[in-house]
């Protein structure tokens, strides 16, 4: 079983910027797919983005798109969201995951059921 540990959220003006980041302990990180969630109030938790296991393939939701990065540090068993040019609506709770496979592509990684693992959250509240 894995441990994720998410932190790195906070209060931002728009057109700010935030890095999040996702510590990963108990299960090799270095073979899974690691996603990031968020689920704003009221509202049903989506996809932001997927990172596969090797780095090689990345995968985001459409409104992040050019903005959101996502990356990963198998070394320090890390997975990060840099989050820039952010707008109110980025506000939510973020959550990391990993996936349920091991050494899985993005292609289709992008529902919360193909994530076995899942980080507290950490709330992310962009001001207008």
């Known amino acids: 079983q894995v441990q994720l540990v998410v932190s790195g959220g906070g209060l931002v003006q728009a057109g700010g910027s935030l890095r999040l980041s996702c510590a990963a302990s108990g299960r090799t990180f270095s073979i899974y797919a690691m996603g990031w969630f968020r689920q704003a109030p009221a509202k049903e938790r989506e996809f932001v983005a997927c990172?596969?296991?090797?780095?090689?393939?990345?995968y985001y939701e459409d409104s992040v798109k050019g903005r959101f990065t996502i990356s990963r540090d198998n070394a320090k068993n890390t997975v990060y969201l840099q989050m820039n040019s952010l707008k109110p609506e980025d506000t939510a709770v973020y959550f990391c995951?990993?996936?349920?496979?091991?050494?899985?592509?993005?292609?289709?990684?992008?529902?919360?059921?193909?994530?076995?693992?899942w980080g507290q959250g950490t709330q992310v509240t962009v001001s207008s």
């Open positions: 990172l596969s296991w090797n780095g090689g393939s990345t």
């Open positions: 995951a990993q996936a349920r496979t091991s050494y899985s592509s993005c292609s289709y990684l992008y529902t919360s059921s193909q994530y076995a693992s």
